[in-house]
């Protein structure tokens, strides 16, 4: 049955700071700036795609915060369980890549408003109230032991609130520094209450013990089964596979577990790439929102696929794809923006 959700996501909202155009990092005496964080990028998508979506995060009571939060209504948020308090704002410098030089990220996120929040903080009797699906990542638990107890604590309140939850695991060694031993508990517990996953074999590898074949499909496939027998709620498990041809010709694929069996997608073949960032978690929401309307699999695995795909031709972090963007891609027409 086809329905739109009360959809939340709780993580850190950061602002970008990025090199124009493909210059390399101040080589000239100006940057852009963009807002976006991995679980505010999803809930962005799901306003787009028509679901009600709100974003759970904690911002700097000074003017950085003050415009973060108008761009977070401007996509589409419910910002109300924004929570405004002492501090900094995350921030992260982007520098664009350009055919066999990669993109290039470099975080200053250390003591930011969200991460020094306490866990107990979050009232999520409240924050939760009426909503029926949960988005959280790997991003959260990694900044630290009270961000990790708050997304552990988050996942537990939706499930006991009948919500379900998806959970993008998005390993980075770089943002678990010094803690890379605790990663795979942490991983492990918050996975325990999920329904949807997004995860490679090698971030599932991070989580149970696994063999790898080098073969991405097989050891994906692996994973898969072997997370659906350590978790009970688990129904579905995504993953996205990037063939790259330089920065900005590559070829992407998808595929999706569930305990009936597995759905491929693709290849969707992207020539003149404007944005990587963000494509994830457009593929996120699209998943998300095929799997909220009752789509088959295979179908919600290639609307989520051609959704990332889409927004690769779009600046920014936050993705604003529309129903009316993955038809007109699918058939070949121009997207009217």
């Known amino acids: 049955m086809s329905r739109y959700l009360n959809a939340a996501a709780f993580g850190e909202v950061m602002l970008r ?14 940057l852009e700036t963009w807002f976006g964080g991995a679980e ?3 809930a962005a998508g799901l306003a787009a795609l028509g ?10 009571e000074n003017a950085i915060g003050d415009a973060c939060t108008g761009e977070l209504r401007r996509s589409g948020l419910d910002t109300s369980h924004i929570t405004r308090t002492a501090g900094r704002m995350g921030l992260y ?8 030089r990669p993109a290039e990220i470099i975080y200053d996120r250390a003591g930011s408003a969200f991460s020094q929040m306490p866990p107990g903080a979050w009232d999520w009797k409240a924050a939760l109230d009426g909503v029926d699906w949960l988005h959280l990542s790997g991003i959260t638990p990694a900044l630290g032991a009270g961000p990790a ?4 604590d988050a996942a537990r309140t939706a499930r006991e609130l009948g919500a379900s939850v998806s959970f993008d695991v ?43 074949t080098g073969e991405p499909e097989a050891d994906f496939d692996n994973a898969a089964a072997a997370a659906f027998a ?7 498990v995504a993953t996205t596979f990037r063939q790259s041809r330089g920065t900005l010709d590559q070829t992407l694929h998808a595929r999706l577990a569930s305990r009936s069996g597995t759905a491929s997608a ?35 695995l290639a609307d989520a696929l051609t959704a990332m795909a889409v927004k690769h031709s779009m600046p920014g972090d936050m993705c604003t794809v529309r129903r009316s963007d993955i038809a007109a891609w699918r058939e070949g027409r121009d997207l009217k923006r």
């Open 170 to 212: 998005n390993y980075r060694p770089m943002l678990w520094g010094g803690r890379e031993k605790e990663a795979s508990s942490i991983l492990a517990a918050l996975a325990t209450h999920v329904t949807v996953l997004f995860a490679s074999a090698g971030d599932l590898a991070r989580i149970l013990p696994l063999d790898q």
């Open 51 to 60: 679901h009600r979506a709100r974003i759970i995060t904690a911002l700097p």
């Open 266 to 300: 693709g290849p969707e073949s992207l020539a003149g790439i404007v944005e990587r960032i963000g494509g994830g978690d457009a593929f996120a929401a699209g998943l998300i929102d095929g799997l909220a309307h009752g789509l088959d699999p295979q179908t919600a």
């Open 93 to 100: 410098f982007h520098t664009s890549g350009a055919m066999q």
């Open 230 to 236: 350590r978790f009970d709620g688990l129904q579905h």
């Open 40 to 42: 505010a990028n999803v």
């Open 149 to 152: 107890q708050a997304a552990l």
């Open 17 to 30: 700071l990025s090199a124009p155009g493909r210059e390399a990092l101040l080589h000239s005496h100006r």
